[in-house]
Each structure stands twice: as C-alpha cells, then as structure tokens.
C-alpha cells in the first residue's frame, strides 16, 4: 500500500529555519516525481519545488533561493528544507507523487502544518 | 492571482448537475498539457479525481467526469450527493512547471 508520512512541521519565527520530511512506503521515491505542494489557512493549492526521478529539481518563484528539496534513497524519504522562512510561507504542506511528468498527483500525504510567526 | 481560473464557488441540489470550469492560457493547457482535477473534503489532504482531462482513477464513480477543449477543461458532477460537496481543483502545467487553480467550493443546497 502506497503511502506518505510528513513530519518536521511547527511554529518557527520569521528568518527561521525548518526541514520538513516525507516518508514514504509502498513505492521508491527515486523512481518517481515527487512535488511538495502548500495550502495557506483558508486558501488553495500552490506547488511549491518537484524533485525528478533522474535528479533535477524545480522551484516556484516564491520559494526559489531560500527552499531546498532533496530525497535520501536508502530511507526513501523526501525533504524540504526551508530557510529564511516569511509569514506568508505559513502553511499546509503536503507531498505528493506523481508517475511521470506532466502526470497527475496520485497520492498525497496528510500534510503538516508550518507556522511562521513571532 | 492564479494561473488557472476557476469560478470561486458553484452550487446545485441533490441530484443536479453542475459544472467546474479551468480556463488557462496558450502557455498551459492550450499548450497541450493534460488537465488533472481533485477533490479536496474539509480537513483532509486532496484526492486525485480525474487525470488526464477525462480518465477517473478506480474508485471514482462515473458521476464525474472531465473534459477539455482549447485553452480550458471542465469537470462536470450529475447525481450530485450531499457527500459531494468540497473544493475543487484543476492542475496542469506551463513552461512544464505544476500549475492549479484557484479552487471552486461546491454547495449542496
């Protein structure tokens, strides 16, 4: 059974850091797309970085410079490291996986919540 | 302001049928990129409903469908079910990087 687990989520004050992670089972994360996408409280989706099967990464503009997405294949595990962070970076954040690319997002984690406030 | 444009909220009885639209641009879906929809229940993470303009996932009734044309998709829902109601979202892509709409809530009166 295919799942993913987010963890790593909090209350961090602005410029802050924070590694969010997302475990994954049932499949290997090396071999597909995965994508970190975001929900800010009482509005709609926003893709936020995609890390490809074959390495290359990809940032939206609101994050590119400060997030940083990367994968540890021996624990088949996705991350999303986030620097400088801002309050408008407060959010839901979800992984998701996608097959192949310009696929849709099949599974999705249950997200965790980043908070940016002081 | 959102890449694709999705009406802020749609509504219809039990049993009607209501429609979704995503319109985009040359860029995106106009461009030849598949349209993905999703559903998205309060509280909870969104869940894949039809990928690839009009394909439905196992699991999903045939009470939804999708369909695409030019620089825009629909999601259509006939039978509508108080279980329904939830936000929706369109997804595609432009210059090959993830793009979604602004999201629809649907009511069911």
């Known amino acids: 059974e295919v799942q993913l687990v987010e963890s790593g989520g909090g209350l961090v004050q602005p410029g802050g850091s924070l590694r969010l992670s997302c475990a994954a089972s049932g499949f290997t994360v090396s071999s597909n797309y995965m994508s970190w996408v975001r929900q800010a409280p009482g509005k709609g989706l926003e893709w936020v970085s995609v890390?490809?099967?074959?390495?290359?990464?990809y940032y939206a503009d609101s994050v590119k410079g400060r997030f940083t997405i990367s994968r540890d294949n021996s624990k088949n595990t996705l991350y999303l490291q986030m620097n400088s962070l801002r309050a408008e970076d407060t959010a839901v954040y979800y992984c998701a996986r996608s097959r192949h690319g310009y696929g849709p997002f099949d599974y999705w984690g249950q997200g965790t919540l980043v908070t940016v406030s002081s | 302001q959102s890449v694709l444009t999705q009406p802020p909220s749609v509504s219809g009885a039990p049993g009607q049928r209501v429609t979704i639209s995503c319109t985009g641009s040359s860029s995106n879906i106009g461009a030849g990129y598949d349209v993905h929809w999703y559903q998205q229940l309060p509280g909870t993470a969104p869940k894949l409903l039809i990928y690839g303009n009009s394909n439905r996932p196992s699991g999903v009734p045939d009470r939804f469908s999708g369909s695409k044309s030019g620089t825009s998709a629909s999601l259509a829902i006939t039978g509508l079910q108080a279980e329904d109601e939830a936000d929706y979202y369109c997804q595609s892509y432009d210059s090959s990087l993830t793009v979604f709409g602004g999201g629809t809530k649907l009511t069911v009166l």
């Open positions: 890390i490809y099967s074959g390495g290359s990464t």
